[in-house]
DNA sequence: GTGGTCTAGACCACT
DNA sequence: GTGGTCTAGACCACC
């Protein structure tokens, strides 16, 4: 299992980790109950402060991504619970239409975009409209 | 003209300012050679400071979506460059691969996001491929 | 005679008019005792403030470019003594370098930014060390 | 590394220290990936408000010259692409222009401008045609 | 009137 | 420790 951070981006690390281990539970890259590396480990092969590695499972568990047990390691969570606070879909939104209008002022059609789009959906398992079967719908 | 801004929000107040302005522009609703409010007159109608409204607006003048005539105020520019950056296009992509990441958790679905999608393209001038024409392609 | 203003430029108007007067005297398009229009003219004709280009004239007077006689217009000096304030000097220096530097992260060499000088020198009356005629030296 | 500035000069002081930053660079003292002072640091010893620093700071990243490493500071970047608007290169023409007519109403002669030009590069590394290794040349 | 610069001082997030 | 953001208030040049 390999990370690429990107040390010089303005997204801080700690969030890079979140967001990686995130696309690649959706991409099936890492499964249920598989375990993850340790906190020093990844420190030190990410070659970053230990604390800034923490600081990402403590929000990843926070969120119910992953779970630790004592003693033994950090795992992928079994049926994720989808939360859905309306503060967030409207973040996305938000995140969504700022997107297209900087890809508008860098000349990129609306085509390329949903071409993007395509792409990242068939990266990820259960590219249909439901997800993937881990995600538990609590709604 | 109005500024809707969220103090609350983790995005620094001068970037909404960025981005409302530039959505403005792509939606028609700020045209090329219209006058921008005042420093003072902005910062007075959204209550924050003028150094913000002032930041915001270098900003913008830098990526040359608005340019200022000294003693007279900032206007919209015509003939905006298409400036594509293959950084910045690297971190759209990754912004909206996030995106997706994000509303699968939160249980939205592929046509969800479509939807968002297609609502926001068609609020913008020339929603078809093109963009509006007063982008200029330098490419 | 006709003046190229840039209105979008970081340089003052004023300043603007007062290097265009520079120059057209130093390539004899202006030449000594020559009429220049009124500010009224001047200003009618650029489509900006008379008090922009009352500006100027005063400063072009004060610098012995010029000379205004009452009733009758303002008209170019003759005998324009060299004033050579060590602190200008150093400006200059530092212009120069400056503008050199930049040229290197523009990608510039040394060979561009020499043709440009001997282009600037050619287009100037009295080509050699000199100077034109006009320039009396009082040090 | 020591930074000269002149509180009494016309050209603000975030400006000048930008100008310091490229000339060292060009001058091969401060070396890629080289950390710069802190803008606390920097601040303190230059007797200037710290946002004056970050100012500066914050355009020399936007120019490509610098990177900041979130929390560990910031430091001279590697491959600074050559970046040539012909806007920008119409500044530098105008102002070596000016600067030439400057020069020859303080009475200076072209054999000294081009003294200057000499020196200026000799201090520079490569000062061949070329510039310093570290430019990457993108066009 | 306009924007641009600078200061002093505060708070915050990230490492 | 680092840089980033924001405020309040001042001064200046330009038009």
């Not at 980790?17 to 890492?30: F, S, T």
């Not at 990844?42 to 970053?48: D, G, P």
């Not at 860098?106 to 068939?122: D, N, P, R, V």
Request: hydrophobic share 30%; with cysteine.
């Amino acid at each position: 299992m390999f990370f690429q951070i990107d040390p010089r981006s303005n997204t801080p690390l700690y969030e890079q980790i979140i967001q990686q281990v995130k696309e690649m539970c959706m991409k099936g890259v890492l499964k249920p109950d598989e375990k993850l590396p340790s906190v020093r480990e990844l420190s030190a092969q990410m070659v970053i402060n230990p604390n800034t590695v923490s600081k990402a499972y403590q929000e990843l568990e926070r969120q119910g991504i992953i779970h630790t047990l004592r003693g033994r390691g950090t795992f992928i969570s079994q049926d994720v619970p989808t939360y859905s606070d309306p503060r967030r879909i409207q973040e996305m939104k938000q995140s969504l239409k700022q997107m297209i209008v900087d890809a508008r002022y860098a000349g990129l059609s609306k085509q390329e975009i949903l071409t993007w789009l395509e792409e990242f959906y068939e990266e990820m398992e259960g590219n249909s409209d439901e997800g993937p079967a881990s995600l538990k719908d609590h709604s």
